[in-house]
T-cell receptor
Framework: GAGVSQSPSNKVTEKGKDVELRCDPI?????LYWYRQSLGQGLEFLIY????????KSGLPSDRFSAERTGGSVSTLTIQRTQQEDSAVYLC????????????????FGPGTRLTVL | AQSVTQLGSHVSVSEGALVLLRCNYS??????LFWYVQYPNQGLQLLLK??????LVKGINGFEAEFKKSETSFHLTKPSAHMSDAAEYFC?????????????FGIGTKLQVIP
């Protein structure tokens, strides 16, 4: 079946402009995650969705970053007034519902969106 | 809070040689541990995971990792490197946080395989 898809694959923008990054999770996956991958920084957690709600948005670096998810499916990460330090690869992952019990459901990753802010 | 330390951001091995990628973790509760691989311009793919069953975990492509609680380590090994193993490898730890499994990744280790 189809995996996690992200669009665009590459985005070049000018400092100060807003950008929207899209993630289409695997069908039936109710949990969705956004990560940022910067050179030498590894993967940085940004936000977690369960359905359309975001129980954990602790990783969003500033109020310029926001995300939403509609219909329990597609998610959009929006960065307003982009800065050069926002340049990174933004990865989306999805998994089956994360239960309250101590169990783990594998996260499946998309190919990422490479954002370059000039 | 949990954390992961990967020793060596770049590792080079000769084709056919042993691959050893080091990972140490910190967690106040029993963790789940993972290794992911990322090939150029692709997303992360799960190699293997430790979920408190057997301490020696076998994954795809001949990789395995051993959970050593006393050393808080989860090193990744492969007996004989292949050119196709050249990629970036991420160690990750997952603990229950507010009702869901929160995953923390290391900074990654780029593996170069020399012919």
């Amino acid at each position: 079946g189809a995996g996690v898809s992200q669009s665009p694959s590459n985005k070049v923008t000018e400092k100060g402009k807003d950008v929207e990054l899209r993630c289409d999770p695997i069908s039936g996956h109710t949990a969705l995650y956004w990560y940022r991958q910067s050179l030498g920084q590894g993967l940085e957690f940004l936000i977690y969705f369960q359905g359309n709600s975001a129980p954990d948005k602790s990783g969003l670096p500033s109020d310029r970053f926001s995300a939403e998810r509609t219909g329990g499916s597609v998610s959009t990460l929006t960065i307003q007034r982009t800065q050069q330090e926002d340049s990174a690869v933004y990865l989306c992952a999805s998994s089956l519902r994360q239960g309250a019990s101590f169990s783990y459901n594998e996260q499946f990753f998309g190919p990422g969106t490479r954002l370059t802010v000039l | 809070a949990q954390s992961v330390t990967q020793l060596g951001s770049h590792v080079s091995v000769s084709e056919g040689a042993l691959v050893l990628l080091r990972c140490n973790y910190s967690s106040s509760v029993p963790p789940y541990l993972f290794w992911y691989v990322q090939y150029p311009n692709q997303g992360l793919q799960l190699l293997l995971k430790y979920t408190s069953a057997a301490t020696l975990v076998k994954g795809i492509n001949g990789f395995e990792a051993e959970f050593k609680k006393s050393e808080t380590s989860f090193h990744l090994t492969k007996p004989s490197a292949h050119m196709s193993d050249a990629a970036e490898y991420f160690c990750a730890v997952s603990v229950n946080s507010g009702g869901y499994q929160k995953v923390t990744f290391g900074i990654g280790t780029k593996l170069q395989v020399i012919p």
